[in-house]
């Protein structure tokens, strides 16, 4: 088990461009979370997936922001035309339906700073 | 919907004493509750959960909490903090239905120990 692995892990870019994100999720897992945390707050839930289905996205997922789980696998979340708010850290994690497992488990994060 | 409540921005406990950092939570129907754990500059790191059973639940590195529905709290405790203890403590809250999978977060409680 080699964990919830995201990539990059900083990104600084203009205002205007975009980003794109890549997390890995533990290989057994078929839920993958996408969540933003800010200065001081504690995160917050953007979107998830079971398997390459999305499921659930939330009202904080403007048009700008899209993603993607094409097999399943790795997930991608990417941010188009970035604005200076879209500043924080994007936590990805996992987690499995079998069992008695309801914890997500936390990959370490992509901080990104738009200047 | 959904909320959780960390009063307390800050807590300072002497090493060696036992430590409590405070939840509250509101959510409609039954709660699944969650305590994680951050690090500088890393990701979550789940400590411990309350989906049914037994009120009291233990988990990583000593720690335990205790689930009280009639107050709606899940207190985060440990009868001896360590230095190492010292970080920022989130507590999450989820309906208890399939499918509802977002997970939603305190604004953390920095926890420092003294020693």
């Known amino acids: 088990d080699t964990g919830v692995s995201q990539d990059p892990r900083h990104k600084i870019t203009k205002r205007g461009q975009n980003v794109t994100f890549r997390c890995d999720p533990i290989?057994?897992?078929?839920?993958l979370y996408w969540y933003r945390q800010t200065l001081g707050q504690g995160p917050e839930f953007l979107t998830y997936?079971?398997?390459?289905?999305?499921?659930?996205k939330s009202r904080l997922l403007s048009d700008r922001f899209s993603a993607e789980r094409p097999k399943g696998s790795f997930s991608t979340l990417e941010i188009q035309r970035t604005e200076q708010g879209d500043s924080a850290m994007y936590l990805c994690?996992?987690?499995?339906?079998?069992?008695?497992?309801?914890?997500?488990?936390f990959g370490p994060g992509t901080r990104l700073t738009v200047t | 919907a959904q909320s959780v409540a960390q009063p307390e921005d800050q807590v300072n406990v002497a090493e060696g004493n036992p430590l409590t950092v405070k939840c509250t939570y509101s959510?409609?129907?039954?709660?699944?509750l969650f305590w994680y754990v951050q690090y500088p500059n890393r990701g979550l790191q789940f400590l411990l959960k309350y989906i049914t059973g037994d009120n009291l639940v233990k988990g990583s590195y000593g720690f335990e909490a205790e689930f009280n529905k009639s107050q709606t709290s899940f207190h985060l405790k440990k009868p001896s903090a360590l230095v190492s203890d010292s970080a920022l403590y989130f507590c999450a809250v989820r309906r208890a239905n399939f499918g509802n999978e977002k997970l939603t977060f305190g604004t953390g409680t920095r926890l420092t120990i003294i020693p």
């Open positions: 959510v409609s129907g039954n709660p699944y």
């Open positions: 997936f079971q398997n390459e289905a999305q499921l659930e």
């Open positions: 290989s057994e897992h078929n839920r």
């Open positions: 994690a996992s987690s499995s339906t079998s069992g008695s497992s309801y914890e997500q488990y």
